[in-house]
């Protein structure tokens, strides 16, 4: 009798085991009045040019799906800081984001190869290897927890900016506060340089420097206009330390309960509004920098030998992270033409 119950137990809980793998597959057509409300949460202000692409990629998946596929955009972390909306992807509770490389990382490390310093000669490289066949690679293992990655955005090269000194050689960074990214790259990144890496969720940062808290910080020309760093901020330096991409990021969960459909649509709009927040961006940094100089901020530009300064004293930054994310990877990246 003993033998009997325990097997059929075991033979109970293997056809449990295979209910559960095989699970409901999403339909490839939607059904008739089937609708979806997503939520996409991100940590820029409005009136960066990111920001407006996720409104345009809510508008027109929108339009694309008759209205049964609605995405709420929340800004400015209104649902919470990077890693909040990494954590809601995985749990279901976001259906996606736009991120950074850097944050990322944290749980697919191969994409932070993306952000070692000076690994990208300009742009057209950096596109060339984000829509390429390299991105795959580079953002391998979204799948495994939790996420899937849709299309690369810009959100441009980083420079810094400070309160105390003009900086124009790696030896005006010694001693100074930058708040920095939560990434090992980027503390590794401002060591390397002498200075002092504060690591800081981006919503803090406009109080931190105001209240002096740190002396500096690094971003793209976007966000230190969008996020009036001007105000607080008296110099800029244009030293394109490294590139910061906005990763466009859905939920798993999400992509598998919608219609394959509806899914081919988002990724084929997703690529589609990539090229035209890069053609904005290209188009709004002259004015950008004009905001910023117009109210009182310093603009800085290093000649080629300035920038080569930058790039040798941040190269041993690269030996510390060719196991994470492969010395192949970053050999194939700068064979890129």
Not at 219 to 242: C, M, W
């Amino acid at each position: 009798m003993k033998k009997f119950l325990v097997w059929t137990l075991i033979v109970l809980f293997v056809f449990s085991l295979a209910g559960c793998s095989s699970g409901q597959k999403a339909p490839e057509k939607p059904k008739e009045g089937e609708k979806y409300l997503l939520k996409l949460g991100h940590v820029a202000n409005p009136a960066n040019p990111y920001a407006q692409a996720a409104e345009r990629l809510a508008q027109l998946v929108k339009e694309r799906t008759n209205g049964n596929v609605e995405i709420q955009v929340f800004p400015s972390s209104q649902l919470g800081d990077q890693r909040d909306l990494l954590e809601g992807l995985q749990l279901g509770t976001v259906d996606a984001t736009v991120t950074s490389s850097a944050v990322l990382a944290q749980f697919a490390p191969k994409a932070q190869v993306i952000d070692l310093p000076y690994l990208f000669r300009d742009k057209q490289h950096v596109y060339k290897v984000v829509d390429g066949p390299l991105a795959q690679e580079i953002f391998a293992g979204l799948d495994k927890v939790g996420m899937v990655y849709m299309s690369t955005w810009e959100n441009g090269f980083r420079h810094l900016t400070n309160s105390k000194h003009p900086i124009t050689k790696p030896e005006d960074m010694k001693g100074l506060k930058i708040r920095v990214m939560e990434n090992k790259v980027y503390i590794e990144m401002m060591k390397a340089l002498g200075a002092n890496p504060t690591p800081m969720a981006m919503g803090e940062v406009f109080t931190a420097l105001q209240q002096k808290t740190v002396d500096a910080q690094e971003n793209p020309i976007s966000q230190i206009f969008a996020s009036r760093f001007y105000e607080v901020q008296k110099y800029l330096t244009l030293d394109g330390h490294t590139y910061s991409p906005s990763v466009v990021v859905f939920s798993k969960k999400t992509i598998d309960k919608l219609p394959k459909e509806y899914v081919d649509i988002i990724k084929k709009t997703a690529e589609e509004v990539r090229d035209w927040e890069r053609k904005k961006m290209a188009d709004d940094e002259a004015m950008m920098l004009d905001t910023c100089k117009k109210n009182g901020m310093e603009i800085i530009e290093l000649t080629p030998e300035q920038k080569k300064a930058f790039a040798d004293a941040m190269k041993p930054v690269w030996a510390q992270f060719e196991n994470v994310v492969g010395k192949d990877l970053i050999e194939k990246i700068l064979a890129t033409k």
